[in-house]
């Protein structure tokens, strides 16, 4: 069996993994908005969005928003 090592972009909890809507879910976090706002920002569902929210913290290795945001922050991007 051969293991590929992708380098550190592919390391979990890394932004590189993150597509670039989740990217801008991620963003509206911190500015203390509903699923519900979010969603009506983006023009989609709170359940599009919901799900966008789940990818992220699966991704960063989150459980929360606080956390997210958290991550964000120390990360450079928000």
């Known amino acids: 069996m051969t293991v590929v ?3 550190p972009a592919a390391a979990p909890g890394g932004a590189n ?3 670039r809507r989740e990217r801008v879910v991620l963003s509206h976090l911190s500015d203390d908005a509903t ?3 979010i969603a009506s920002t983006l023009y989609v569902t709170r359940n599009t969005v919901k ?3 789940r990818s992220v913290y699966r991704k960063l290795g989150v459980s929360s928003r606080a956390d997210a945001i958290t991550w ?3 990360h ?3």
């Open 17 to 19: 993994h993150l597509t």
């Open 51 to 53: 799900s966008q929210v």
């Open 5 to 7: 090592d992708h380098g």
């Open 72 to 74: 964000a922050q120390r």
């Open 35 to 37: 699923l519900e706002q």
């Open 76 to 78: 450079g991007m928000r």
